[in-house]
């Protein structure tokens, strides 16, 4: 058996369920395909609707006693979930890669990106304050504590199969709640995986259940419509998070909803052109370009347009695209064939309406999804790709003249998930990033996600925050006891 096959055999492949893992109803199953060849890695368990509300039932089951252990004990919990994932991050890093598609080295920096969310949320785990405050009046008191909100569904996309389960599983155990996490069905593996590492890790049975499914909608909407279910957190499209938004209204479910982006990328005539384009290659090509942190739209000021193109231009023809557990690969392939002619579609419009290819834009024959990266000068306002999330190795650039068309052409869009800025002047950078309509932003640097930050969106690109202090908010409930000392 290859280390491949030795690595996908040993992923639990069943659903795991009040701590036990057992077949789906009528032991149905999906396949997980390998995005490099289009071939099946392995059958999941297909869970059916009455698979999903036996996850409900095991969440709610254990909720009152988890939420019930000691902080310390929660921390320690995570924090061995930590250690064990950077133990094992090569394990993981291939599963995630053959499931996924992304090169090695992107997969293990995936693995330790989620693997500090563990960390991060065992040391806020202890940190959960309440208060006491004295009324206006003086005479009364307010006691005010912070508690968990219950159990929690989690849903996830396949783009980051590890680190968007982490962000949410991390702090909702760390404050005390218990959950069903389906994660997407391109990208089972990783999630599955993590299960069995957090029980080995020590997690009690019931706190985590995990459901995979063909069947996204018919198995979460009567989780979601259940008023057993206290909170629903969301990461994937826009059109999938308002479908949900709509149908957690009827239990007035709390949610947090991470969406799509559509990142504008600006670089002004007083930038420092290699830092931009460092930062342009990150913002583009991380995850190539499969990010809801991917700069989809680039702006650039007029005088530098020519010699940022030519820089970016090298850099991009320059990487090499194969399959993700290949040496020396900078980009594996995309996700699917639908996602691959999604884009293949997005260049094709661009160029019709004007836009000249600098390098790619040509599919090469052979298996798997890949797309080249490819990219684009003179994009016109009017292409597709300035309003739609490309979702690919794909750069598109325009040229603007003054700093008020470029924050125009950036906040025309019904996205505010992140934008970059790349500017040397610091009065230009406040005074930009003050205006720019976005929940986050890189100042000279193409990365924003860390979890010690507050990542999320505003517009359609979301509610809520995760990571940071704020992180775990989204997890309790305040209650507050009114006391008369008169
Ligand atoms: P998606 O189609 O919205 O799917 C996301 C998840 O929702 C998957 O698990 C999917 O299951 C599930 N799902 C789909 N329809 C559902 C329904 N009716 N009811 C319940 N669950 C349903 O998104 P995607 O294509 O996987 O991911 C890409 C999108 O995610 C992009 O828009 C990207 O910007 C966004 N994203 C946002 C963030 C952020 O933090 N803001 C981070 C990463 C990605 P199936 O797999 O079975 O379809």
Not at 360 to 375: D, Q, R, S, W
Not at 385 to 401: C, M, N, R, S, Y
Not at 445 to 456: E, K, L, R, T, Y
Request: with cysteine; proline share 6%.
């Amino acid at each position: 058996m290859s280390r491949e096959q030795e690595v996908v055999q040993a992923c639990p492949a069943e659903l795991f369920i009040g701590g036990k893992w057992q077949p789906a109803e009528g032991g149905r199953t999906l396949a997980v395909e390998d995005p490099s060849t289009g071939t099946t890695l392995r059958e999941v368990a297909d869970a059916s609707p009455a698979d999903g509300l036996a996850a409900l039932d095991a969440a709610v089951a254990a909720q009152a006693e988890w939420a019930a252990t000691a902080p310390r004990e929660r921390g320690e919990i995570l924090r061995r979930t930590f250690e064990l994932m950077t133990e094992r991050a090569d394990e993981l890093a291939l599963l995630m890669t053959l499931e996924m598609g992304k090169p090695v080295a992107e997969s293990k920096a995936e693995i330790a990106y989620a693997a500090e969310f563990f960390r991060w949320f065992a040391e806020e785990a202890v940190r959960i304050e309440g208060g006491y405050q004295v009324a206006p009046n003086g005479k009364g008191r307010f006691l005010v504590m912070r508690q968990p909100v219950g159990p929690c569904l989690l849903i996830t996309p396949w783009n980051f199969p590890a680190a968007m389960g982490a962000r949410k599983i991390g702090p909702a155990v760390a404050a005390g709640c218990t959950m069903v996490i389906k994660p997407a069905s391109q990208t089972p593996l990783s999630m599955l995986k993590l299960a069995e590492l957090m029980t080995e890790a020590g997690l009690p049975a019931g706190v985590l259940n995990v459901i995979t499914t063909s069947d996204s909608g018919g198995v979460m909407e009567p989780l979601i419509r259940d008023p057993r279910a206290r909170k629903l957190s969301f990461t994937g499209s826009t059109p999938v998070g308002r479908k949900l938004i709509e149908q957690a209204a009827e239990q007035v479910l709390r949610t947090s909803m991470e969406l799509g982006g559509n990142a504008p990328l600006l670089v002004f005539e007083d930038a420092d052109l290699d830092k931009a384009v460092d930062g342009a290659m990150l913002a583009k090509m991380r995850n190539g370009g499969e990010a809801c942190t991917a700069a989809n739209r680039i702006y650039v000021h007029s005088s530098v347009m020519d010699t940022f193109a030519a820089k970016l231009t090298e850099r991009m023809a320059a990487l090499k695209v194969g399959r993700g557990t290949e040496d020396g690969v900078d980009v594996g392939p995309l996700i699917d064939a639908k996602q691959r002619d999604k884009v293949k579609d997005l260049v094709d419009d661009a160029i019709a309406q004007g836009a000249r290819v600098l390098t790619g834009a040509t599919i090469a024959e052979g298996n798997g999804y890949f797309y080249p990266p490819t990219v684009l000068a003179g994009v016109p306002k009017s292409a597709r790709l300035q309003k739609e999330e490309i979702f690919g190795p794909v750069a598109p650039l325009t040229a603007f003249d003054t700093e008020d068309e470029a924050v125009a052409m950036a906040n025309d869009t019904e996205f505010g998930l992140v934008s970059y800025l790349f500017t040397n002047d610091l009065t230009r950078a406040l005074r930009v990033a003050e205006r720019l309509e976005t929940g986050m932003i890189g100042l000279n640097q193409g990365i924003v996600s860390n979890p010690a930050a507050p990542f999320g969106g505003v517009k359609q690109s979301g509610l809520g925050r995760e990571g940071s202090t704020v992180g775990i908010d989204e997890y309790l409930e305040l209650k507050y006891v009114a006391i008369n000392l008169d």
